[in-house]
Structure formats: structure tokens, C-alpha cells
């Protein structure tokens, strides 16, 4: 079983930053950012294997948006830089139950309870 509980979110102006932090306990193997706006679907951000050497994005947040983790810490992170209106929504931290990288909702197995990010124009 894993928790997960993320911080970081909050409200930032259109250009700005913000990282992300997820802590997870119990045994991660690869992580995920996903984000969820209102009336929309859960959208994949970005995935990390479990070394850290190896992370996939979306492609309309690449440049943008760097997932990393650190192990002795159990703690995945997301730096969102460049931050756009349209990245208004609730970003989740997903742990998955392999080792595989996944960019779908259904490769997690386990969710944190989410954070909400506003960016304003």
C-alpha cells in the first residue's frame, strides 16, 4: 500500500512558478503527474522511473514542466516553470505498481489527494 500526499500548489501569475512535492510512503516503484482541470479529463504530465534516470512528458508541457525524484526522501517533485492560465487545474501525484513508464491513468495504481494550482492572467 502507498500514500500520497502532495503540497506546493497554489496561486501564481501567468509567467510564474511553482514546485510541486509529493511524499509517498510505502514502496514506490515509477511515479506520475497528471492534472485535472474543471469539466475536463485527467490529463498525464510527466512520468519517472524509479532510478530518476529516465522521465517522459506530454509534449505541450516539455521545456516547461521537470519531474524529478528523490528516493531518501520518498518525494517526487514537478517544477512548473512558464506557468499559463491553462494550467489552472488539480495536479495529482500517481504511484504505479511496476517499473514500467505510463502516461495513462489506469498504469497508477495509487493517487494522492491532489493540489490545486491557479494561474492568473
Known amino acids: 500500500q502507498v500514500q500520497l500526499v502532495e503540497s506546493g500548489g497554489g496561486w501564481v501569475q501567468s509567467g510564474g512558478s511553482l514546485r510541486l512535492s509529493c511524499a509517498a510512503s510505502g514502496r514506490t516503484r515509477t511515479m506520475g503527474w497528471f492534472r485535472q482541470a474543471p469539466g475536463k479529463e485527467r490529463e498525464f504530465l510527466a512520468t519517472?522511473?524509479?532510478?530518476?534516470?529516465?522521465?517522459y512528458y506530454a509534449g505541450f508541457v516539455e521545456g516547461r514542466f521537470t519531474i524529478s525524484r528523490d528516493n531518501a526522501k520518498n518525494t517526487v517533485y514537478l517544477q512548473m516553470n512558464s506557468l499559463k492560465p491553462e494550467d489552472t487545474a488539480v495536479y495529482y501525484c500517481?504511484?504505479?505498481?511496476?517499473?514500467?513508464?505510463?502516461?495513462?491513468?489506469?498504469?497508477?495504481?495509487?493517487w494522492g489527494q491532489g493540489t490545486q494550482v491557479t494561474v492568473s492572467s
Open positions: 519517472i522511473i524509479k532510478s530518476g534516470g529516465t522521465a
Open positions: 500517481a504511484a504505479a505498481g511496476n517499473y514500467a513508464l505510463g502516461r495513462l491513468v489506469e498504469n497508477y495504481d495509487y
